[in-house]
């Protein structure tokens, strides 16, 4: 939220389309716009309606340059729009940059993408750390058709207006989504998997706010599910996970928190990753794989990594040692990383690399999605 | 500073310069002293917003112009402030 929390008294708001761009047709602008202020009223209960002429409390415009509000626009990429918070005058007023290319698609900025985000702020909510978080302040294409805010978002939101009734009269419920969150698609996408584990006799992948589970020598049967509904107090966006099959625990990691797990059961609150040795300036885990034979466990940071002895469970000396340098082969950041038949498998972007820890080599390059079936 | 980057000169100055322009605009309070201090080359400030920058990514804080903070300086993004009080 924006210091002093600011937001509307009121539940009907008015919108003006007050200067079109060239770059889409009217018609496009206004479908954008509308979608993208009904991601909103559907998780409160708040209503948009449009006008035509006069002063609207969210004007819309695009604008080039210096255009009078001490926040010039820079030409193309670089700021593509700006909203203000709720108020008087300027207030809850979104502009966007028209130096830049606006889509409805992909090829180009996509405005209902841009204008969800900015409506957050004319609706009272500031940036975002989560970075799978509407509100996150870099541009993330989002499909419009389909479209549902994010877990943070609707925290966020709700936190100024409430949740929205289903219908006048029945009690007030929190806003759920009315379908399970879209399934990321890995078979035809660059991205790799956020986090992999094995938990039991089965192989976790994390991706966004779904996982999928297969047994390790079985194809068949591969099916997503939400990490709410498994994992309720991980919510999404998994960074990192091992498991120490000896001890039957899972660690899985967000942010500089870790919780434990005993198969799919949550072992008490969330822990701090400090506790494993880490610096204060490490914020997060990218990915973190159990090495049986040894009992140590190492944890990927950006393009290092940090050894910790399970046994005496502390970090060991002398780390972090740059990832590259020392696995032979391995290229780019390790998104995710799980020890499997005495290789461990190190997943960056859409390649796994099979690496021999006997031979200190890279002796495979598969497909990342070649795990879920793809 | 020259600790701060790691590139060859000329990138090194063309960075600079974009950083500079990206923490004056996203991470100072508007209307302040504090744009003037933020500019300052190699103060304790500018390493200061560059941590706040860091922090605020998720990237590895280190208050240096690193690949990984040039990459979000580079990405294209919404105009209001991460930190000032956008009003």
């Known amino acids: 939220l924006f210091p002093g929390e600011p937001k509307w008294k009121k539940n009907i708001l008015t919108y003006r389309i007050s200067k079109y761009t060239s770059s889409m047709t009217s018609a496009d602008v206004d479908k954008a716009i509308e979608m993208a202020l009904r991601a909103w009223s559907s998780a409160v209960p708040l209503n948009f309606v449009r006008i035509n002429s006069g002063e609207a409390d969210i004007m819309i415009s695009f604008e080039t340059g210096d255009h009078g509000d001490s926040y010039p626009f820079d030409g193309p990429r670089g700021t593509l729009a700006h909203a203000f918070a709720p108020g008087e005058g300027l207030g809850g007023d979104t502009h966007f940059d028209n130096a830049e290319k606006w889509t409805m698609g992909k090829n180009g900025f996509n405005l209902f993408t841009v204008a969800a985000h900015e409506f957050g702020h004319a609706l009272g909510l500031a940036h975002s750390t989560d970075s799978s978080a509407l509100m996150y302040p870099t541009y993330k294409y989002q499909n419009p058709y389909g479209f549902r805010l994010p877990k943070d978002d609707v925290k966020g939101i709700q936190a100024l207006y409430g949740p929205r009734k289903t219908f006048p009269g029945k009690p007030t419920v929190p806003h759920t989504p009315p379908h399970s969150p879209s399934i990321p698609d890995l078979c035809d996408s660059s991205s790799s998997f956020d986090a992999v584990t094995m938990l039991g006799k089965e192989l976790l992948f994390f991706k966004d706010r779904i996982f999928w589970r297969r047994q390790v020598h079985l194809m068949a049967g591969i099916r997503p599910s939400t990490i709410t509904s498994s994992f309720p107090q991980l919510m999404s966006n998994v960074d990192a996970a091992y498991e120490v099959a000896e001890r039957g625990t899972a660690y899985f990691f967000k942010g500089p928190h870790y919780w434990i797990t005993r198969g799919f059961q949550i072992q008490g609150p969330p822990r701090t990753i400090y506790e494993f040795g880490f610096p204060r300036y490490v914020q997060r885990i990218d990915a973190a794989v159990y090495l049986r034979d040894t009992q140590k466990t190492l944890f990927f940071v950006g393009d290092e990594y940090y050894s910790y002895d399970e046994r005496k469970r502390k970090m060991e000396k002398d780390y972090p040692k740059n990832t590259e340098e020392e696995f032979s082969g391995v290229n780019g950041q390790i998104d995710a990383a799980v020890e499997l038949n005495g290789y461990i498998y190190f997943f960056s972007g859409p390649k796994t690399y099979k690496y021999d820890t006997e031979k200190e080599d890279v002796v495979s390059v598969l497909k990342s999605s070649s795990w879920i079936g793809c | ?87």
Do not use: W
Not at chain 2, 52 to 65: I, S
């Open chain 2, 1 to 87: 500073a020259p600790s701060l980057f790691a590139a060859t000169p000329r990138t090194s100055r063309n960075n600079y310069h974009l950083l500079q322009a990206y923490l004056v605009k996203y991470y100072t309070k508007k209307g302040g002293h504090q744009i003037g201090e933020v500019v300052a080359r190699g103060s304790n400030s500018m390493v200061k917003k560059i941590k706040e920058l860091q922090a605020f990514f998720g990237l590895r804080v280190t208050g240096k112009l690193d690949q990984s903070t040039m990459d979000v300086i580079k990405r294209p993004r919404c105009g209001v402030p991460d930190v000032a009080n956008y009003r």
